[in-house]
């Protein structure tokens, strides 16, 4: 540190600063700066946070490029950010990859709606997850289908061809929505399967959030998905989904929260399902109980065990205790849902693991 | 004494410039390289299959370019048929017949059409192309719609739309080097051809033909120009990687692919075969270049050895 004063501030400085490790007081006095990378989907609430963050430690600068999951997972598997950030968990094979075990920390969840436009239905439909699944997979082609008439009794359905609205780039959005269809469809999880981009069998596909709401818009027919903030903040209807329990759930962060809460007891003693496990990566769709809503996730940030800068990383360790405590009050106006207690409980443990300078 | 620091002065000249142009060709070649190692991963699993399979499954790990070959060349091939004819019509307006109050404003807003960024384009496209499109499939009568240039639901999104958007943003480019090349036609050639009696027709004929090389020239750049185009036809064309010889059905782009899944691909192999269809653009484009290059070439050649058979057939080289 004392080397990076002494070409940034010039002596003066360094000779303070020198002063005060002497003093032995260290750490606090330097201006630290900290670079992430990754999801775009949870930006919004990070740059909230980091900004609230330097306002209670001006001293601590935190620097956050939303360039995508992908980018994130590559960008601390090469070393060249602190930390990183993903809407879905990395695989085994990638956290292998990595020059050191990687630990993930779920920050918010998010949620993701199904939504349509239909003309001549001013209901809110309801789907179930096998319907959207078989949707999805071409299987359904109109909007009057059995199957659809089944889930909304008393809804006169027009005989409109579905079209089927997706996002064209890779996004974590996809990753919640298809990992939902592949919990809820056997034959979903064999055709196409999970990631951030996947070969969708039918559709056309929308740049961003607001390209696939366009898209549906536009399109006389079409069903496609987004975040539920994105709808939430541009007033667009959106349809419920049964969950697992068997109700009909509309998205909101309650619901998202409520989803949450099933994974919130530790995996162990032969519990596998509804729960979290150790290193928190958690595929939390399709999540049980009666309020939660099925196609929600949590988004989780990603540090390295042994950091290489110690000091940045009791930095990040301090800010994430303030994330997931103070700073969760600042999720929902965002369209966030905060995390159950009992899951921020487990992290606050789980980030002892985190190796750096007492 | 002079002498000497002139030539001195010259020669660090010659190499310093010469050095710019070697420094442009060794970037071609380094972008080549690096295309290539990047790629590597998915050239070693797919070899020459890359170009002709049409399976893209990110999650498989299967990987086949052919969509995206087949939506860039078909969206270009007919944007150029739109635009090509368009702009060169602009051009003889311009060169030839514009009166000269009207020359300067009418030239100065074809060229602002160049100005304009390809994401308002792609704006324009969503809200008033896209719905067009959707009507004019809708009006079409049966017995058309059931034709395979035709078919498919009314998605609006298709081929023809980014075709179209295409068009639009490449027809200053074309139309204004194509002036230019017309305008370097000396004025004695028309001359000529008006004291052989000629009408004002066949006179642009011959200024015309003496421009070929040019015109082509221009019309390959605008070519250029669609193939590499990403925001403005990912934004209208569906984005479907599909083959299909229909007007109106959904597909993609190599560049659109490549800007849509780059930022999260998180596979190796993924990104691998992403640069890879870079690669292939990048190969694609150095050949339509090529072509068009020999075709000019050729072009040229003809004319000259033929001066004294063909008297209409002006000597004077094209300023393209």
């Known amino acids: 540190m004392t080397m990076k004063l002494f070409s940034l501030r010039g002596w003066r400085l360094a000779a303070a600063g020198a002063c005060v490790i002497a003093l032995g007081a260290g750490v606090a006095a330097q201006k630290q700066q900290i670079t992430g990378a990754g999801a775009t989907f949870p930006y919004p609430i990070y740059s909230k946070w980091f900004s609230e963050y330097n306002k209670l430690h001006p001293d601590i600068e935190i620097n956050y490029q939303s360039q995508g999951s992908g980018a994130g997972i590559r960008q601390i598997t090469n070393q060249t950010v602190f930390f990183g950030a993903t809407d879905g968990p990395m695989t085994d094979d990638q956290k292998l990859a990595a020059p050191g075990p990687i630990l993930h920390f779920p920050t918010v969840l998010g949620a993701v709606v199904p939504i349509f436009n239909l003309p001549g239905v001013s209901a809110e439909l309801k789907f179930t997850g096998p319907l959207l699944a078989d949707i999805f997979l071409g299987k359904i082609t109109r909007w009057n289908h059995a199957d659809i008439a089944a889930a909304n009794p008393g809804v006169a359905l027009p005989s409109t061809a579905i079209a089927v609205v997706h996002r064209a780039e890779g996004s974590g959005t996809t990753y919640i929505w298809v990992d939902y269809l ?177 | 004494m002079k002498r000497n620091t002139t030539s001195a002065g010259d020669r660090s000249f010659r190499y310093t410039t010469g050095a710019f142009a070697l420094g442009l060709v060794l970037l071609v070649v380094g ?42 060349l078909y969206s270009s091939t007919l944007a150029l048929l739109i635009a090509g004819p368009i702009a060169i019509g602009i051009a003889i307006f311009l060169s030839e017949l514009c009166p000269d109050w009207l020359r300067t404003p009418l030239t100065f807003l074809t060229e602002l059409l160049a100005a304009i960024p390809s994401i308002v384009y792609g704006l324009w496209g969503i809200f008033v192309l896209v719905p067009l499109v959707r009507s004019l499939q809708l009006s079409l009568p049966e017995w058309m719609s ?44 028309r001359e000529a051809a008006y004291a052989l009696g000629s009408t004002r027709w066949e006179a642009t004929k011959v200024a015309l033909f003496a421009a070929r090389t040019g015109i082509f020239g221009a019309v390959m750049l605008g070519f250029g120009r669609a193939l590499g185009e990403t925001m403005a036809v990912t934004m209208v064309m569906g984005n479907r990687a599909e083959v299909s010889w229909s007007l109106f059905a959904p597909q993609y782009t190599m560049a659109a692919v490549i800007a849509n899944e780059f930022k999260e691909a998180v596979e190796d192999l993924h990104l691998h075969a992403l640069v890879e269809i870079g690669l292939v653009l990048f190969v694609i484009t150095l050949v339509v270049n090529t072509g068009s290059r020999l075709l000019i070439w050729r072009m040229t050649r003809e004319r000259r050895q033929m001066p004294r058979v063909t008297a209409t057939v002006p000597p004077a080289e094209s300023a393209a």
């Open chain 2, 146 to 189: 059931n034709m395979p240039l035709f078919t498919g639901p009314p998605y609006g999104v298709s081929l023809l739309a980014a075709s179209l958007v295409l068009s639009i943003m490449i027809i200053p480019y074309t139309s204004s080097v194509a002036r230019e090349v017309l305008r370097a036609i000396p004025a004695s050639q």
């Open chain 1, 182 to 358: 592949s919990k809820v469809s056997p034959e979903w999880k064999k055709r196409v399967g999970v990631a951030n981009s996947v070969n969708w069998p039918v559709g056309l596909g929308g740049q961003g959030n607001e390209g696939v709401a366009g898209l549906v818009k536009q399109t006389p027919g079409a069903l496609g998905y987004v975040e539920l903030i994105y709808a939430a903040q541009n007033s667009i209807s959106f349809g419920a989904v049964q969950n697992s329990s068997g109700t009909f759930v509309k998205a909101s962060v309650a619901a998202t929260t409520a989803a949450g809460a099933s994974a919130a007891k530790p995996c162990g003693g032969g519990v596998k399902i509804d729960c979290m496990p150790a290193d928190f990566r958690v595929s939390n769709t399709n999540a049980a109980g009666p309020g939660a809503y099925p196609i929600a996730s949590f988004t989780w940030l990603l540090f390295y065990e042994s950091p290489k800068n110690k000091v940045h990383g009791k930095t990040m360790v301090d800010f994430l205790k303030w994330a997931l405590t103070d700073g969760q009050k600042f999720a929902a106006e965002l369209g966030y849902a905060p995390l159950p207690p009992a899951v921020v409980q487990l992290e606050m443990e789980a980030l002892k693991k985190i190796k750096v300078q007492q």
């Open chain 2, 31 to 72: 972008i080549a390289i690096v295309l290539s190692t990047e790629s590597a991963l998915s050239i070693s699993k797919f070899g020459l299959s890359f170009w002709r399979t049409s399976v893209w499954d990110p999650v498989a790990g299967e990987f086949g370019a052919f969509p995206f070959i087949w939506g860039t």
